[in-house]
C-alpha cells in the first residue's frame, strides 16, 4: 500500500474496494501494521488489533463477495478512542487506576460501526481520565504525551489525542473521539484534521466512560467534512441504554444541503489573518456574514461546575479508595477530589443558567444559521509547557466568540472543526456552530469550504517505519 | 473530553498542597461568578429525567 491509500478519504477508499483494487482483510492488514508500527512514534497507540481486524476484515470480504453491500463504511479500518468499550479488550481510559481494566459490553458506537462493515484495527490513547474536570500537562496520560505529527516536539491536543494524532498520520482513515469541552475539536484543529461534535443526544454513549452525564459526546475525526458525515450516519441514533439519548438518527443528505447564498453567519475572526482569510473563503462563495458575539454568560464558571461536580460524583469511588493519586497529573487529581466539595446549591444554579444559556442561543440561531470562529487562536503547544504557560506565538486580541467552544458544549450545539491554513508550520482551524440537530448544514458548508481550500489534503512529514 | 481551555489558570507550582489550595480556589472564584448571575426564580435547572 502507498501514501495515496493512507491518506484517502472514505469516499474514496470505499470505491477501490468496490473496484477490487484491494481486498478489505489487506486493507485492514495494511492500517493494522502501520498503526501499530507508527502508533507508538506519537505515543497515540493504546491497543493494536492488527489480528482481530484482519479476521473482521475477511468476514466483510465475504460478504461483499456475496454483493451484500453494508454502504461507504464497509471493509473500512478506523481507530477508537481507549474510553469505549471493546469487549474482551482491555479499555484504560487512559489512566493507571484502569490500566488493566477489561469490560464485557462493547460500545454502542462500535457496535454500530462493526454494523456497517467498519474495522476497527486500533484503540488510542487520550489524556487519562478524558482530562477530568483540568489537567496541567500533555504528560497526563497513560500512554506518554501524545505528539503532534506535525512537530513531534508539540502536542497533539486533546483529550481524543490519539485519535487526532493517528487520522494526522494517516495510521487510520478515520478514528472516534469524545467531547465534553473541546476534547474533539481541540485535535482536530492542532493535527489538521477535521472534527465533528454532534449534537448532544444524537450519538450513543453506552459503553463509554462517563466524564459528565450531560455533556459528554461522541464524534468522528476524519480527512474531511464528508467523511464526518458518513461516520455520523453510522453511529448516530437512539439507544435505550443511553439515558441522554435523543433518540433521533441522523441521515447524510448533502444532495438536499440549502444553498450557500441563503445562509448567514455569525462571524468573528478575533483579528487572526488566516481566520479572516478562511472567513473570506466562504464569503465569496457567497455566505452572508455580520459580527456575532456571545450571549453574555460566565461560561467558564458553568463549565467548571457543572463538569467538576459530575465528574467528581462519578470518579467518588475511585477518589475513595486512593487510587486517584495514581494518576499522572496533579491538577487533575486535587480537582477530581476538589469536585466533591462543590455544593448541591452551586451545581443546581449552573444548571439554571445553563437553561438560560440553551435559551438564548435558540433566539440567536433564529436569525443566523451558523456560528464561525476559530476553533483555537493558537497553535498546538510545545510537550515541555505546561498548559497553563502562554499560548506559544503571538497573542492574539479578544473574540467575542471567544468562549464558543464551553458556549456551545454547556447548549449542546454541534460544531464541525476544518483545517483552514498554518502557523509557524502548524495547522490552525475554524469551527462552524449551529443550532441542535444542524450537522447537515456544518457538513455543506464544511464541504463547500473544503471544495475551495486543500488545507485538509496537507500531509504532515511521516516517515516509513 | 477536556481541553486546555478548560485547564487555563495562572500557574500554580506544582504541588500537591499548592493545586489542592487551587483546586478549592477556583471553586470558590466559579461559585462567587455564579451567585453573582442574577436569573429568575422560575427557572428551571437545565436536565431530564426520562421515567
Not at chain 1, 202 to 209: E, K, P, T
Request: overall charge positive; some cysteine.
Amino acid at each position: 500500500m502507498t501514501d495515496d491509500v493512507f491518506y484517502a478519504p472514505i469516499t474514496e477508499l470505499s470505491a477501490r474496494l468496490r473496484k477490487k483494487e484491494f481486498s478489505a482483510a489487506e486493507l485492514a492488514k495494511a492500517f493494522g501494521d502501520r498503526l501499530a508500527a507508527l502508533g507508538p512514534r506519537y505515543n497515540a497507540l493504546a491497543l493494536p488489533l492488527t489480528e482481530v481486524a484482519v479476521k473482521r476484515a475477511k468476514a466483510v470480504d465475504a460478504e461483499m463477495k456475496r454483493d451484500r453491500l453494508r454502504g461507504p463504511l464497509q471493509g473500512i479500518p478506523f481507530g477508537a478512542k481507549d474510553l469505549l468499550a471493546f469487549a474482551g479488550h482491555r479499555t484504560t481510559w487512559g489512566a493507571k487506576p484502569y490500566e488493566m481494566q477489561v469490560l464485557d459490553e462493547t460500545a454502542t458506537v462500535l457496535n454500530k460501526l462493526d454494523g456497517s462493515g467498519a474495522v476497527l484495527v486500533g484503540k488510542l490513547s487520550m489524556i487519562e481520565l478524558a482530562g477530568g474536570p483540568s489537567y496541567r500537562s500533555a504528560e497526563a496520560s497513560l500512554f506518554g504525551p501524545c505528539k503532534n505529527p506535525w512537530d513531534l516536539t508539540r502536542w497533539s491536543g486533546g483529550s481524543s489525542s490519539g485519535s487526532g494524532a493517528a487520522v494526522a498520520a494517516g495510521l487510520v482513515p478515520f478514528a472516534l473521539g469524545s467531547e465534553t469541552s473541546g476534547s474533539i475539536l481541540s485535535p482536530s484543529a492542532y493535527c489538521g484534521v477535521t472534527g465533528l461534535r454532534p449534537t448532544y443526544g444524537l450519538v450513543s454513549r453506552h459503553g463509554a466512560m462517563a466524564l459528565s452525564w450531560t455533556l459528554d459526546k461522541i464524534g468522528p475525526l476524519c480527512r474531511n467534512a464528508e467523511d464526518c458525515g458518513l461516520v455520523l450516519q453510522a453511529i448516530s441514533g437512539g439507544d435505550p441504554k443511553d439515558p441522554g439519548s435523543a433518540g433521533k438518527s441522523f441521515y447524510y443528505t448533502p444532495q438536499y444541503a440549502r444553498k450557500i447564498t441563503e445562509l448567514k453567519a455569525g462571524v468573528a475572526g478575533g483579528g487572526l489573518a488566516w481566520a479572516e482569510t478562511a472567513i473570506g473563503v466562504l464569503r465569496e462563495a457567497g455566505l452572508k456574514t455580520e459580527a456575532a458575539k456571545l450571549p453574555d454568560f460566565p461560561y467558564g464558571p458553568i463549565l467548571t461546575t457543572i463538569l467538576g461536580s459530575e465528574a467528581a460524583s462519578i470518579f467518588e469511588p475511585l477518589i475513595a479508595s486512593g487510587k486517584v493519586d495514581q494518576l499522572q497529573d496533579i491538577r487533575q487529581i486535587e480537582r477530581l477530589k476538589a469536585g466533591l466539595q462543590i455544593p448541591a446549591k452551586d451545581y443546581l444554579k449552573a444548571m439554571r443558567i445553563r437553561s438560560l444559556v440553551r435559551d438564548k442561543f435558540r433566539e440567536l440561531f433564529y436569525d443566523l444559521d451558523v456560528l464561525i470562529a476559530p476553533t483555537y487562536p493558537n497553535i498546538a503547544s510545545r510537550l515541555a509547557d505546561p498548559l497553563d504557560a502562554p499560548a506559544p506565538g503571538p497573542q492574539p486580541g479578544p473574540n467575542p466568540l471567544g468562549a464558543l467552544i464551553q458556549a456551545g458544549n454547556l447548549a449542546g450545539l454541534p460544531a464541525l472543526s476544518v483545517p483552514c491554513g498554518f502557523e509557524a508550520g502548524m495547522p490552525v482551524a475554524i469551527q462552524l456552530v449551529g443550532p441542535p440537530f444542524s450537522e447537515n448544514l456544518l457538513l455543506s458548508l464544511g464541504h463547500e469550504f473544503q471544495q475551495r481550500t486543500d488545507w485538509h489534503k496537507r500531509r504532515p512529514p511521516v516517515a516509513a517505519a | 473530553m477536556v481541553t486546555r481551555a478548560a485547564a487555563q489558570t495562572a500557574s500554580v507550582p506544582l504541588t500537591t498542597a499548592a493545586q489542592a489550595v487551587a483546586a478549592k480556589d477556583a471553586n470558590q472564584r466559579a461559585a462567587e461568578a455564579l451567585a453573582k448571575f442574577e436569573i429568575p426564580i422560575s427557572t428551571e435547572p437545565a436536565f431530564q429525567f426520562k421515567a
